[in-house]
């Protein structure tokens, strides 16, 4: 299996531009999360989708961000317009039932805003 | 709300046993699990606790206790590439929420 793939692996942009993080998660999970990392705050729960549906976005930090899951092999999560302090690691991890719940994560998206 | 505690830092020698605690207080359990995560990269499962209780998987056992809102990871026989960041995550319904995550220096 291929695991869960994110891209792009990195992402430099300006202030005020839109970004697009895309992910695939593993084939036959029905869970997806999204993360994101810093120093500052650490791994935190952006958003997740259960069969494509989204659940709960109540760690989405404000309404620049959005995220979407058309179908059960692709998400993305946009940042529009996005701000310095959005720079950060963006993980997005899935899970299946047979998997005693486990979360697997994409290698990650580091953003930079400048 | 959640709140889950672990030391920022712990160094020791190769060949050695660290033992990293976890202790936490959320609005609810549904397990615990710990990671493992290397610099630059993606965490990586290593082990899940639902019950009250000892898990064994090679070189590494985490302990759980429910009553206590307490866990810890047991690293045995450190080797270089233990050296990494150990994330300790208690899962909520769906929903992981993760500790700040322990950084261990493995020295020869």
């Known amino acids: 299996d291929a695991g869960v793939i994110q891209s792009p692996r990195h992402e430099v942009t300006e202030m005020g531009q839109e970004v697009t993080l895309r992910c695939k998660p593993i084939?036959?999970?029905?869970?997806l999360f999204w993360y994101r990392q810093t120093m500052m705050r650490g791994l935190e729960l952006l958003i997740y989708?259960?069969?494509?549906?989204?659940?709960?976005d109540s760690g989405m930090p404000e309404d620049r961000f959005s995220a979407k899951m058309p179908n059960a092999s692709f998400s993305t999560l946009k940042i529009q317009p996005s701000e310095p302090r959005d720079s950060a690691v963006y993980f997005c991890?899935?899970?299946?039932?047979?998997?005693?719940?486990?979360?697997?994560f994409g290698p990650g998206t580091r953003l930079t805003v400048l | 709300g959640q709140n889950i505690d672990q030391p920022t830092e712990m160094t020791a020698t190769e060949g050695a046993i660290v033992q990293i605690n976890c202790t936490y207080q959320?609005?609810?359990?549904?397990?615990l699990f710990w990671y493992q995560q290397h610099a630059g990269e993606a965490p990586t499962f290593l082990s899940y606790?639902?019950?009250?209780g000892l898990e064994e998987k090679g070189r590494f056992s985490s302990f759980l206790s429910r009553s206590k809102g307490y866990s810890y990871l047991l690293l045995k026989e450190l080797q270089m590439k233990d050296s990494a960041s150990y994330l300790c995550?208690?899962?909520?319904?769906?929903?992981?929420?993760f500790g700040a995550g322990t950084t261990v220096t493995v020295r020869a």
């Open positions: 959320t609005s609810g359990f549904n397990g």
């Open positions: 084939s036959g999970h029905d869970y």
């Open positions: 991890a899935s899970r299946g039932l047979a998997d005693t719940d486990t979360q697997y």
């Open positions: 606790n639902v019950l009250d």
């Open positions: 995550a208690v899962r909520d319904q769906d929903k992981l929420s």
């Open positions: 989708f259960n069969n494509n549906v989204p659940i709960d």
